[in-house]
C-alpha cells in the first residue's frame, strides 16, 4: 500500500515536471482545429519565439482578429502576450470565407497576415498598441496597416500562402479588392486595403 502510493506521487511529480517543461517552451497555444496550420506559419517568425500567442476559435463576425491582451496595453514591449480569435461562426455573406472552408493553403494564409499582426504589434509603442487595441483608428490608417500586415506576411516568406487567401477570397466574394468583413454591406471595392494578388507576386519576385 505505502509503495503504490510513493508509486502515485511520483508520477504526478513527473506529470507536472513534463507539464512545466512543455509549457515553458510552448509560446503558441491553439486548439487542434487550426494547430496544425498555425504551426506552420507561426514557425516562419523565429523573433516570435518567445513572445505568448494564443490563438482562440470562437464566434466572431470577422473571419480573424488579433490584438494585444488588455492588460499587456500597460505592460513594456517584451512583457506582452496576444489574442489571434478565427471565427468559426458569422453572418451567410462570409461563411464560405471561414478557416474551415478555406483551402489548405490559404488557411496558413490567413493565420499568416493574423501572426504578422503580432510581428507589427510587438514593435509598436505603448501608446499606439492602445490605439490599436481600442481600435480608434481612422479608415484610412486601418488600410494601410493591413496593406502593410500583408508585406510582413510576405516577408516572412509567406507570400504564397497570402496570396492563396486573397485570390480564394476575391474568387468567392466576386470582387476585385477586398476591404475586409466590415466593409460586405457596404459595398466598398476601390481600396486595396488587402493585397490583391498581383501586388503580392509583385513583392513575391525579387
Ligand atoms: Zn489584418
Known amino acids: 500500500m505505502h509503495h503504490i502510493k ?3 506521487a511520483a508520477m504526478i511529480v513527473w506529470g507536472s515536471l513534463i507539464f512545466l517543461s512543455l ?3 510552448a509560446q503558441l497555444h491553439a486548439p487542434a482545429s487550426v494547430a496544425a496550420e498555425a504551426q506552420i506559419a507561426f514557425d516562419h517568425f523565429p523573433e516570435l519565439k518567445n513572445v505568448p500567442v494564443t490563438i482562440r476559435v470562437k464566434h466572431s463576425y470577422c473571419t480573424g482578429k488579433t490584438r494585444p491582451t488588455f492588460i499587456s496595453c500597460f505592460l513594456p514591449r517584451n512583457k506582452r502576450s496576444y489574442v489571434i480569435t478565427i471565427s468559426d461562426h458569422t453572418i451567410d455573406t462570409l461563411t464560405p470565407l471561414l478557416f474551415e472552408n478555406l483551402p489548405e493553403p490559404a488557411r496558413i494564409g490567413l493565420i499568416g497576415h493574423e501572426i504578422s499582426h503580432v510581428a507589427d ?3 509598436q509603442s505603448t501608446a499606439k498598441s492602445w490605439a490599436t487595441a481600442a481600435g480608434h483608428l481612422s479608415r484610412h490608417y486601418m488600410d494601410s496597416l493591413e496593406y502593410h500586415t500583408d ?20 474568387a468567392t466574394m466576386h470582387t476585385r479588392y477586398w476591404r475586409g468583413a466590415d466593409f460586405v454591406i457596404k459595398g466598398d471595392d476601390h481600396y486595396e486595403r488587402y493585397m490583391n494578388p498581383d501586388t503580392i507576386e509583385s513583392y513575391m519576385t525579387p
Request: glycine content about 6%.
Open 151 to 170: 508585406l510582413i506576411c510576405i516577408r516572412h516568406g509567406l507570400g504564397a500562402n497570402l496570396e492563396a487567401w486573397s485570390s480564394y477570397i476575391r
Open 23 to 25: 509549457n515553458a517552451k
Open 6 to 8: 510513493l508509486r502515485i
Open 121 to 123: 504589434f510587438v514593435q
